[in-house]
């Protein structure tokens, strides 16, 4: 596999360790954070100016304005040939807008959702990628070493700014149902006097059931680090994905009643203490190191 040299803006829980898994697979990556302290650079212009051309600039900043002023910035930076990946979460709107300013410039647009968490460093990223085939090749090898190992993992969505963050938008609306579902069946087992060791009947269906998943696995060490969840507060947040992807089911007129619910869900749990949003931020805590609101 061959080596490349990337500029990644964006060093948090991500993007750090994305940092890291590209250098330990040989590639030359220098991040820009506005954090200095974990920064190699002190601007953009500086992180800029130290890439060979045609630049590669990869994005992973929080989606909406700070992405926007980003990609903004690094317009007027720069030069015809370049190409910028937005890897956050941004809404897949957004990437034909950012794709046709770009564009005036000549400069290349890949929109990447990435699915992984803070396990990404160990296992790699699920890496969902959209836009022209000659500008995602120019940071292919980047990809290669992101992704996890074996033949899956990597997929380009379609040619259309937007395809990649569209197709993650929708794992993640799938997400918030598989989590409700898990959350609802403890909250049941937990009630249930006639049910005793929870934990260990979660734990007894990761092995040989239709149910099996990684986030079982999450909610199982969980679960038996703290039984009954006393120290979460039944609060659980949402990214946004998940409305997005109510809205784009209502613009193409899909049914989704187990995301849709999910989703209200996690308004219900702002309202007052929730049981089962417990597990559901146990699980966002286990995968992607979401903070948890302590009781």
Same mark, same amino acid.
């Given at each position: 596999m061959c080596s490349m040299d990337i500029g990644l803006i964006g060093l948090g829980k991500m993007g750090g360790n994305m940092r890291?898994?590209?250098?330990?697979? *040989?590639?030359?990556?220098? $991040?820009? #954070?506005? @954090?200095?302290?974990?920064? #190699?650079?002190?601007?953009? &212009? =500086?992180m800029v100016e130290a890439l060979p051309s045609p630049k590669v600039v990869w994005v992973m900043v929080p989606a909406g304005d700070p992405t926007r002023s980003t990609i903004a910035e690094?317009? %007027?930076?720069?030069? %015809?040939? #370049?190409?910028?990946?937005?890897? $956050? @979460?941004?809404?897949?709107? #957004?990437?034909?807008? @950012?794709?046709?300013?770009?564009? =005036?410039?000549?400069?290349?647009?890949?929109?990447? *959702?990435v699915s992984g968490g803070v396990w990404g460093l160990q296992n790699g990223y699920a890496l969902m990628y959209g836009g022209k085939t000659e500008d995602a090749e120019k940071?292919?090898?980047?990809?290669?070493?992101?992704?996890? =190992? $074996?033949?899956d993992g990597l997929v380009h969505c379609g040619q259309t700014p937007g395809a990649g963050h569209f197709?993650?938008?929708?794992?993640n609306g799938i997400e918030y149902a598989m989590m409700q579902s898990y959350a609802e069946g403890w909250e049941l087992l937990e009630k249930a006097e006639i049910v005793e @060791?929870?934990? %260990?009947?979660? &734990?007894?269906?990761?092995?040989g059931t239709v149910v099996r998943s990684w986030l079982l696995d999450l909610l199982v060490d969980q679960i038996r680090a703290d039984e009954h969840l006393d120290k979460i507060r039944g609060y659980a947040d949402d990214s946004g994905e998940g409305r997005w992807t109510v809205e784009a089911a209502i613009e193409h007129a899909v049914p989704l009643p187990a995301i849709s619910a999910s989703l209200f869900a996690r308004f219900v749990s702002r309202q007052e203490d929730d049981?089962?949003?417990?597990a559901i931020a146990a699980m966002r805590n286990g995968f992607g190191g979401h903070a948890v609101k302590g009781e």
């Amino acid at each position: 596999m061959c080596s490349m040299d990337i500029g990644l803006i964006g060093l948090g829980k991500m993007g750090g360790n994305m940092r890291t898994r590209l250098r330990n697979g *040989g590639h030359t990556v220098v $991040g820009y #954070d506005r @954090n200095q302290e974990i920064s #190699d650079v002190a601007s953009l &212009a =500086e992180m800029v100016e130290a890439l060979p051309s045609p630049k590669v600039v990869w994005v992973m900043v929080p989606a909406g304005d700070p992405t926007r002023s980003t990609i903004a910035e690094l317009k %007027e930076l720069l030069s %015809e040939g #370049d190409l910028v990946v937005d890897g $956050g @979460n941004s809404k897949y709107t #957004d990437d034909a807008i @950012n794709a046709a300013s770009l564009a =005036e410039k000549g400069i290349g647009f890949v929109d990447c *959702g990435v699915s992984g968490g803070v396990w990404g460093l160990q296992n790699g990223y699920a890496l969902m990628y959209g836009g022209k085939t000659e500008d995602a090749e120019k940071v292919m090898p980047a990809l290669l070493t992101l992704k996890p =190992e $074996g033949e899956d993992g990597l997929v380009h969505c379609g040619q259309t700014p937007g395809a990649g963050h569209f197709s993650k938008m929708v794992h993640n609306g799938i997400e918030y149902a598989m989590m409700q579902s898990y959350a609802e069946g403890w909250e049941l087992l937990e009630k249930a006097e006639i049910v005793e @060791n929870v934990p %260990e009947i979660f &734990a007894s269906w990761r092995t040989g059931t239709v149910v099996r998943s990684w986030l079982l696995d999450l909610l199982v060490d969980q679960i038996r680090a703290d039984e009954h969840l006393d120290k979460i507060r039944g609060y659980a947040d949402d990214s946004g994905e998940g409305r997005w992807t109510v809205e784009a089911a209502i613009e193409h007129a899909v049914p989704l009643p187990a995301i849709s619910a999910s989703l209200f869900a996690r308004f219900v749990s702002r309202q007052e203490d929730d049981y089962a949003m417990k597990a559901i931020a146990a699980m966002r805590n286990g995968f992607g190191g979401h903070a948890v609101k302590g009781e």
